[in-house]
């Protein structure tokens, strides 16, 4: 099992810029692909990015395409989201997740706790 935990979260307003940061524990990072999916009130959880073991592929959700980034540090058992020119529309839990599987559904295995986003206009 992958142990998660996200940071970064925080208040902001409507075109601000955040960096979320997921730190893996507990395996070797490298074998995992990685990643982030929000819930926002009343929703479901909904795929945000994900990256390959390398970083070499990525995918992200359309609503996302060109503003947010996703990446990794191997070094550091690090990803990142790096999200730009936010909307209230984003605000949410964000969640990081690891699998042995790239991919852009909700069959990670390890979750993380979540991190708050709110996007104030």
């Known amino acids: 099992q992958v142990q998660l935990v996200e940071s970064g979260g925080g208040l902001v307003q409507a075109g601000d810029s955040l960096r979320l940061s997921c730190v893996a524990s507990g395996r070797t990072f490298t074998d995992y692909a990685m990643g982030w999916f929000r819930q926002a009130p009343g929703k479901e959880h909904e795929f945000v990015a994900a990256?390959?073991?390398?970083?070499?592929?990525?995918y992200y959700a359309d609503f996302v395409k060109g503003r947010f980034t996703i990446s990794r540090d191997n070094t550091k058992n690090t990803v990142y989201l790096q999200m730009n020119s936010l909307k209230p529309e984003d605000t949410a839990v964000y969640y990081c997740?690891?699998?042995?599987?790239?991919?852009?559904?909700?069959?990670?295995?390890?979750w993380g706790q979540g991190t708050q986003v709110t996007v104030s206009s």
């Open positions: 990256i390959n073991w390398n970083g070499e592929d990525t």
């Open positions: 997740a690891a699998d042995t599987t790239i991919a852009t559904m909700l069959i990670y295995d390890d």
